[in-house]
């Protein structure tokens, strides 16, 4: 029973703190910052990407996981608000 009660807990926690920065995202500032994103830019691999699951990958690059290696280090120095904005820019594109 416990085990139930804290995974609710955990699962409405983690919901309220998706949604508060997704609220939270700023699509002009994610285009600033989208600007050092050179390699992206020029392919156009993540336009129109959903933000969750631009968070998602993120967060996996954050957690030093996925490919190519060298996101990691770059999403490493990203603050989750940041992240936000980035996927807010990028969703935003078509």
Known sequence: MKRILLS???????????LHIAQAADPAKGKDLA????CHNAKKNLDGMDAKKFTGLMANFK???????SMIG???K?????VADLAAYYSSLK
């Open 74 to 76: 770059i999403a490493q």
């Open 78 to 82: 990203l603050s989750d608000a940041e």
């Open 35 to 38: 600007k050092k994103c050179s």
């Open 63 to 69: 957690a030093g996981k996925g490919e190519p290696k």
């Open 8 to 18: 609710v807990t955990l699962a409405a926690l983690a919901l309220f703190v998706g």
